[in-house]
């Protein structure tokens, strides 16, 4: 068993006992966080799932990174499809206990990429024009999507600025970072997504935010206040395939 996958102890539930389908490794991964009224984002998530929160807030994220070396189980890395950029926006639910993620947007920079995980994972991807450049110890990432009705933007740069930490269980950090499943809606269908990687490396993060429109459903006032701002180098990711759950 890769040792990755032996390493469970900081996980809220048990390793999925299936075989995993999927790795891939997330680079220069940068952590944004708000907190956020729970009415404003309680009718855009399924009412089958319940908000997640923390300190008496639920929690906007926006994740950007680089995909390396995706590749199916016991197969290559697909040439074309192995490496893109990806940003994420989400929050946080749980369903009948289990924490996970739920994903309002997923950009990537990969058309083919985008296709295959709508149709395989049922999760909001979309297609955007996207840019990352590494000057020394600073990333700047830009994030551009539109369709014929809509456009969203996302522009910054970020450095990692202190020494390398694990969240502590009970701290924001931990709870904002440390989550192992992905919920979505399929028609009637509640579907989860199992995944795994060993504990996040943390660093905290300065970020200039040159430009934001993201998650453009909500008031532009919930980016008044500075983002919650960690960064984590390098992860490997491990997936399963979906789960359809019982409402």
């Known amino acids: 068993m890769n040792d990755d996958l032996k390493m469970v102890d900081h996980r809220p539930f048990s390793l999925n006992r299936l075989p995993w389908v999927m790795t891939q490794t997330w680079e220069d991964v940068l952590f944004l966080h708000w907190p956020v009224d729970e009415q404003l984002l309680r009718k855009h998530i399924p009412e089958t799932l319940e908000l997640d929160v923390y300190g008496g807030k639920a929690w906007l994220g926006i994740v950007p990174f680089e995909v390396k070396g995706m590749r199916p189980r016991l197969l290559p890395t697909f040439p074309f499809i192995g490496s893109f950029l990806e940003l994420n926006v989400r929050t946080y639910v749980k ?113 200039a935010l040159h430009h934001n429109t993201m998650a453009s459903f909500l008031p532009t006032s919930i980016y008044d206040k500075v983002p919650v701002a960690h960064y984590c180098q390098s992860k490997q990711a491990y997936f399963w395939p979906p789960i359809i759950e019982n409402n």
């Open 95 to 207: 369903y009948k206990g289990k924490p996970g993620v739920y994903f309002f947007s997923l950009d990537a920079s990969n058309f083919v990429v985008v296709t295959m995980a709508k149709i395989g994972y049922a999760l909001p991807y979309r297609h955007a024009e996207m840019k990352i450049e590494r000057k020394h110890q600073e990333i700047v990432l830009s994030n551009n999507w539109k369709d014929e009705k809509q456009s969203e933007h996302f522009q910054c740069t970020y450095t990692p600025v202190s020494p390398i930490y694990y969240s502590e269980k009970g701290t924001l950090d931990h709870w904002l970072t440390e989550r192992y499943c992905l919920w979505t809606v399929r028609g009637n269908m509640l579907m989860r997504t199992d995944i795994h990687h060993t504990k996040w490396e943390l660093q905290n993060a300065e970020v």
